[in-house]
């Protein structure tokens, strides 16, 4: 009797097989002939199941990012502030526990950038949809809640591309040193902005700004 092989499991064990292989290597630096071994099948195999090294890469990719989504989603919900959502939100940029998805994450990119193909482009738009209409359902529970104002969803979109800029920014230049610091300044100031105040904190504010 034949062995059926389930063909989706098997293209996700092969990538998963050589996550360290790719984390710790520069993906110019390694051969198919090197994955093949890692991965313990041989190259005809691979290409069986990719098409190059890239599309190995992009399958690590989407399976991390997967397993993250599921994580972060536990951690957001319990919480119970939107500014704390936020930051959550945000928190693969620069938590420990994120350092090999980033690392595989930013090769991705550059792959993206530097040889464009149609699947990850398709990728990488359901992926940022994905990220802005969650992250603009926190908002929007923030402003049902009472907690921000209305004015808030307005700016969803600023935020989320400000977050995703500063993580850029902390990668290809030496301005961000601590890049959860940052995160914390920017939400904690753009927060006292847009969160809803009571009569007490209102009055103190516009005294402060009146003597101070």
């Given at each position: ?59 690590i ?105 500063m ?5 290809v ?25 009571n ?14």
């Amino acid at each position: 009797m034949a062995i059926i092989v389930d063909k989706v499991q098997k293209k996700k064990d092969i990538a998963l097989s050589c996550k360290e292989l790719f984390v710790n290597n520069s993906i110019k630096d390694l051969t198919i002939s090197q994955v093949a071994k890692t991965a313990g099948v041989g190259k005809g195999t691979i290409y069986e199941y990719f098409k190059n090294k890239e599309d190995i890469v992009f399958e690590i990719v989407n399976i991390l990012l997967q397993e993250h989504n599921e994580k972060k989603r536990e951690k957001i919900q319990a919480l119970n502030s939107a500014k704390d959502r936020v930051k959550i939100f945000f928190y693969v940029f620069y938590n420990d526990d994120n350092e090999q998805l980033r690392k595989l994450y930013k090769e991705f990119i550059s792959i993206s950038l530097m040889t464009p193909n149609k699947e990850m482009m398709q990728f990488q738009t359901k992926c940022a949809t994905t990220y802005f209409n969650w992250f603009e359902e926190i908002i929007q529970e923030g402003i049902d809640n009472g907690e921000l104002i209305k004015d808030a969803k307005k700016l969803a979109r600023g935020l989320f591309v400000v977050g995703e800029g500063m993580f850029i920014s902390s990668e290809v230049t030496t301005t961000i040193d601590d890049l959860k610091k940052e995160f914390d300044l920017f939400f904690d100031t753009i927060f006292d902005l847009m969160e809803v105040k009571n009569e007490t904190t209102a009055t103190a504010s516009s005294t402060s700004r009146i003597w101070g």
